[in-house]
């Protein structure tokens, strides 16, 4: 199995938090890109993190300030930490890794999380409401 699992999702009220975790299999490792993207019913996937091989974040204006990525290389395993939760936060939540696409010069980019690049999980459900 290459493709990666997603845990953590679930219900929370506006204002709390969730920490999402992507586990990469030992085929995949999270030593290159990794991203995070979301997709709400009725709405296209939305791009809304990476995680470069250095480490180097960005995010998009959306979740900006609220959501950090950040990596357990040991445990090949990336996290997105969500605080202060919106209703619109809403959505099944998705994380790409892309182990070698540096080495034919894709860039690690938010613009990039394409679901015909890398490796993607089968998401994890986040509902935020009151």
Same mark, same amino acid.
């Not at 953590?8 to 009220?13: A, D, E, L, N």
């Not at 395993?77 to 998705?94: G, H, I, K, R, S």
């Given at each position: ?28 490792? *999270? ?7 979301? #997709? ?10 990476? +995680? ?16 950090? *990525? ?11 930490? @969500? ?8 959505? @099944?939540?998705?994380? @790409? ?5 540096? +080495? ?5 980019? *938010? #613009? ?19």
């Amino acid at each position: 199995e290459v493709h990666p699992v997603e845990s953590g999702g679930g219900s929370v009220q506006p204002g709390g938090s969730l920490r999402l975790s992507c586990v990469a299999s030992e085929h995949t490792p *999270i030593t290159g890109c990794v991203g995070w993207s979301r #997709q709400a019913p009725g709405k296209e996937r939305e791009g809304i993190g990476v +995680i470069d091989a250095d480490d180097r974040t960005t995010y998009a204006d959306s979740v900006k300030g609220r959501f950090t *990525i950040s990596k357990d290389t040991a445990k090949n395993t990336v996290f997105l930490q @969500m605080n202060d939760l919106e209703p619109d936060d809403t959505a @099944m939540y998705y994380c @790409m890794i892309d182990p070698w696409g540096a +080495i034919s010069g894709r860039r690690c980019a *938010i #613009q990039g999380l394409n679901v015909n690049v890398g490796y993607w999980g089968q998401g994890t459900q986040v509902t935020v409401s009151a």
